[in-house]
């Protein structure tokens, strides 16, 4: 069990390092036509996110690891 | 005829300067883009997309300037960027441009230029040398862009 | 006709024009300045949303939540923020204790007055009722051309309970901005006061006809959070995003309404304290300490969003969870889309999850004061969320959007849970 999170962890990490490795991947300044659209921004839909971050943090015992959203609740 | 024609565009021109027709009917798009030609002119390249919110901000300034500076030699080059055309035309209906407009959708020259980040602004002397260059666009700066640009403008003989 | 046939016809048209706009560029420029200032300066005010939730449980809880955002971004590329949440629960929730053959009677949070739960019946406290009110507010502001720093400060409140936070996060561009490193810290500050007071842990219900003692009134948990991320362009059209979360909380971490039942050998209810059953009220650890990783892709696929996430979540109560998150935006003219919904989560139990307890269990874990609960939402779970947004522009270009979705929840010991969620949204 533990054994497997390390894996998991380690995976990730390699993913990660491989990534900020690769310098060659990316776009030129003006070649963000696509990605400057507001349907590709990483938070796209913001007060849909806030909503279900807070319904699942407060039916789920998990929450977190997008971002810092605000304000938790006593409902867990 | 020719005065005619004329005539009738000013009209246009002037009575579409509130609407949206403007920047679709201007002449502004050359079809090659030669500095060469511009000896004794101070050139501003402002190399835009129509998807980079700076850009949409530093238009009206560019306008300004291009009014404020042609008569003393300063000539504003708008450098699109857009790989699709109808976007930067749809751009200009709603942030019209007075100045001359070149359309580099390979992006020749904004890779020649080495561009860092959207706008970017470069400001060549009279004798063609880039002689200032700035990335994005802040009315907070524009004092500054002004001052580059008067400088140069001062150099012309 | 391809594009660039358009902009060739299009330069055509512009060549005949040529000789005639020669001399006018003068006076057409006297003129541009000022409409294009007007256009500009209509796109720097307030962006807001407004929203309106409507969360429905069969037979249990309703939310009712309109939430309003606002933002401005200036000149300097700063971001000012305000969000302010409202939100109306009403209904039943479970209790934690087990389902039974008998009729089971439970005391209410307060003390006065009880509930019943009929044989077979998931024990529901049908006395939830609260209003949240949450306000947070924001500001991004630009260090230099390829960093910036993101503040977040929030207070909620609501009848039991109140929570003060805040956050910094930096932000670091790189390779030609293809890559953003990001490192955040939170800190948030919750004071607990549960109705009644609180109730001692592990100590049994009583009727309220008898006397509960009490472990004061309130208490307080304070919680930090680590948050590192990296943000890489993989090329024009994708975009990935990784997190790892590091977070620690200490103080009161029960939910004083939940018990557990304790059952004789034959898995009966055992009349005590004038109660027809035995129920201790849970005792959760005072710490926790929880890892998150999480991953995001984002891609356009010819004209479309695909938004795909995941994240793994572990914690020294061992609870472990899975999400798994789809999005597949399809965008059609006129800012119109539809957007299909897919989340699938999965957890293993905390370590002291117990459904029920024996007589002798209960006994042994007492005079061990060892930890407890029997809230579903930390038992073996899974949940299922399917939905579907459509969004469209009104005639003057503002965006709303409607979604529909249904979660499930799928505990292992316990009746699952539907749930609807209706959300409407429109920006100006």
Request: proline letters at 3%; a negative charge.
């Amino acid at each position: 069990m533990k054994l497997d999170k390390i894996k998991k962890v380690a995976l990730v990490i390699l993913g990660m390092s491989l990534i900020s490795a690769c310098g060659n991947l990316g776009v030129k300044p003006w070649e963000r036509d696509v990605l400057a659209r507001d349907d590709m921004a990483l938070e796209s839909a913001a007060m849909d996110s806030a909503f279900d971050d807070h319904i699942y943090f407060s039916k789920e015992a998990s929450s977190g690891g997008k971002g810092f959203g605000g304000g938790g609740c006593g409902c867990n | 005829m020719k005065q005619l024609y004329s005539l009738a565009l000013l009209m246009m021109l002037i009575f579409s300067a509130g609407s949206h027709a403007l920047g679709s009917n201007s002449d502004q798009w050359i079809d090659k883009l030669d500095l060469g030609q511009y000896k004794n002119k101070v050139v501003y390249l402002d190399f835009w997309a129509s998807w980079c919110g700076p850009c949409r901000k530093s238009f009206p300034w560019l306008n300004s300037i291009q009014n404020k500076f042609e008569d003393k030699g300063l000539v504003v080059i708008g450098i699109n960027l857009d790989s699709d055309f109808e976007n930067a035309e749809e751009f200009l209906q709603s942030v019209p441009a007075a100045f001359t407009l070149f359309s580099d959708p390979d992006a020749k020259w904004a890779d020649q230029y080495k561009l860092i980040g959207m706008p970017s602004s470069f400001v060549l002397d009279g004798n063609g040398e880039i002689r200032h260059r700035h990335v994005g666009f802040k009315k907070s700066d524009i004092d500054a862009y002004e001052k580059s640009i008067v400088s140069l403008l001062n150099e012309l003989k | 006709m391809g594009v660039t046939n358009m902009k060739n016809n299009y330069r055509n048209i512009r060549n005949n024009l040529k000789t005639a706009t020669g001399t006018l560029l003068g006076a057409a420029t006297a003129i541009v300045p000022i409409s294009s200032v007007q256009a500009v300066e209509a796109s720097s005010e307030w962006e807001t949303d407004v929203a309106v939730l409507i969360y429905n449980e069969a037979d249990r809880v309703s939310a009712f939540e309109p939430a309003i955002a606002t933002k401005k971004t200036f000149d300097d590329e700063s971001v000012l923020g305000f969000k302010f949440v409202f939100d109306a629960l009403t209904g039943a929730s479970a209790n934690g204790a087990a389902t039974s053959d008998d009729v089971q009677t439970f005391t209410r949070p307060s003390g006065n007055g009880e509930y019943s739960t009929a044989a077979s019946d998931t024990p529901l406290d049908d006395t939830f009722r609260d209003t949240r009110v949450s306000l947070t507010a924001n500001y991004e502001t630009p260090v230099g051309r390829l960093n910036k720093m993101v503040y977040g400060a929030n207070i909620s409140n609501e009848y039991d309970f109140l929570s003060l936070g805040g956050s910094a996060t930096y932000l670091q561009d790189m390779n030609e901005r293809n890559t953003t490193l990001s490192a955040g810290m939170s800190f948030e500050y919750d004071s607990i006061k549960p109705v009644g007071g609180k109730p001692v842990p592990l100590s049994e219900m009583k009727a309220n006809t008898e006397t509960q003692v009490r472990d004061g009134a309130d208490d307080t948990r304070i919680m930090s959070e680590l948050l590192l991320g990296i943000t890489q362009i993989i090329d024009r059209n994708t975009l990935v995003q990784f997190n790892y979360g590091f977070a620690l909380s200490d103080g009161y971490h029960n939910d004083a309404y939940k018990v557990t039942s304790v059952l004789d050998s034959n898995g009966d209810l055992i009349a005590a304290n004038g109660l027809n059953g035995t129920y201790l009220y849970e005792n959760r650890p005072d710490s926790r300490t929880k890892h998150s990783l999480y991953g995001k892709i984002k891609h356009f696929l010819n004209g479309d969003v695909v938004d795909v996430s995941y994240r793994y979540m572990w914690d020294d109560w061992e609870v472990a969870s899975n999400t798994v998150d789809f999005h597949y935006r399809k965008n059609f003219s006129n800012g119109f889309y539809l957007e299909p919904h897919v989340r699938y989560y999965s957890q293993e139990a905390a370590e002291f999850y117990q459904y029920s307890l024996t007589d002798t269990e209960a006994t042994a874990l007492i005079a061990s004061n060892g930890n407890l609960t029997s809230d579903y939402r930390l038992g073996d779970m899974t949940a299922t969320t399917l939905g579907l947004k459509l969004g469209f522009l009104t005639p003057n270009g503002n965006e709303n959007s409607v979604r529909l979705e249904m979660y499930t929840q799928n505990p292992d010991l316990n009746e699952s849970v539907e749930a609807v969620i209706l959300q409407y949204n429109y920006s100006f």
